[in-house]
């Protein structure tokens, strides 16, 4: 088998596992629900308010949801002893790391869409447009690519859900910060060039940290 | 006589040479900071932490690379002077971080009335400030040794990559959203001079504490072997 398909194999098998005991997304939706529920009684106000602070509340609900999916995602493979057993099958840890991170990615997608649902009912704003969608997309990549890196790390200390928001928030800072940015420009109908270098940011730390934790991901699951 | 006077003097002194060639620097540094250099016309005496601010910014960043390399050195080589190497460095360098962050809140209440601004640098430093509390964080909580030093390498390896990304996005938000602008005033030959002694007493005394830090931890780790070895652990 060649590396995508092993991928892909380990990237399935989170995803069935998922769709049967439906443990990360369900839970993960409720709680982001509760985020943007908890910002509405935090900052009640006018539509032309609404609008300046929905990429803040959108960011840091996706950023929250996201910590905490990610949590889950070595956490189960932990508590089943499954890990041991991926280390065992003939796969390479690159692949691990790859299907994992695909399969993180795409839970996060799904909880990111209904957020993004979600809000614009509650808050009034449209905020499901191609361009909202396609950096929501190129940031969870960002995130999912450092996350899953953080998640093997973090279920291996002793204190295994605090490790994990210590490491994600401060290394996804730059991402978050260039994603509040952009969104703003979108929600106000800038042009993608006014976007163009908070775009690069984030697709520049894509492409590093998936880069960099591909190659190093190893190091942390020896044993 | 007199070369050999010297040369058994440079002997006795050689081991504190640093010692004291730092203090002299450090002295000379104060003497220039207080009395050499003349005051900022724009923003008057407070500009002169100036001189104090841009050496522990310059330490705290160095120190970091010096925690790049040894976390780099360390997943290569599987030697634990590097892992003792890349946290002492990182020690020193959140202290300086530490101090950095400090200083420019110091700076930032006469000129502005407020003790914290969202400027780049001052943002950046304090996202880098996190980061490497989570790599203290992380330290603490695993206690397998070797464990603790490739999961500290990892995080040692990670935070040094995001620092250009971390400087990229605050640039771009500060300018974006206008702030205030520490200092931009051209600097004379005094101040430049000033700046200059600055950096290099405190690289020196970079070089002291990593030293001592690297040795003590050096000292802990034979404790622990032989500690192991009578207790047969």
Redesign the interface.
Known sequence: MKLLDKTLVIAWKDILSEFRTREIISSVLVFAGLVLVIFNFAFSGSRQEMLALAPGILWVTFAFAGVLSLNRSFIQEREENCLEGLMVCPISREAIYLGKMLSSLFFMVIIEAAVLLVFGLLFNVNVITLPMVMLTLLATIGFAA?GT?FSA?AV????REM?LP??F???V??VI??AV?ASELMLNGAVWSEMA??IG?IA??DV??LT??YL?FG??V?E | MLSMLLISFYRRIKKYFLIIFGTLLMLAHLYMVFIFVPTDAETGIIQRIFYIHVPLAWIAFFAFFITLIGSIMF?WKRDFKWDRLASASAEIGFLFITLMLISGCIWAKPVWGVWWVWTARLTMSL??W??Y??YF??RA???EPG?RA??A???G???F??IP??F???E??TT?HPGMIIFEGGLTTEMKLTLIVGLVAYTVLYALLLKDRFVLKNFKNELNQMKNLVTGG
């Open positions: 450092i890196l790390l291996n200390t002793r204190a490790v210590i490491l928030f401060p290394i800072s730059p910060i260039a940015n270098s908070w940011i520049a730390f590093i940290f960099a934790s190093i190091f942390i020896e | 997943l996202v880098l996190f980061i509390a989570a964080i992380i909580y695993i206690s464990q490739r999961f390498a990892v995080v390896i990670i935070g990559l995001n990304l971390v990229a996005a605050v771009l938000w974006q």
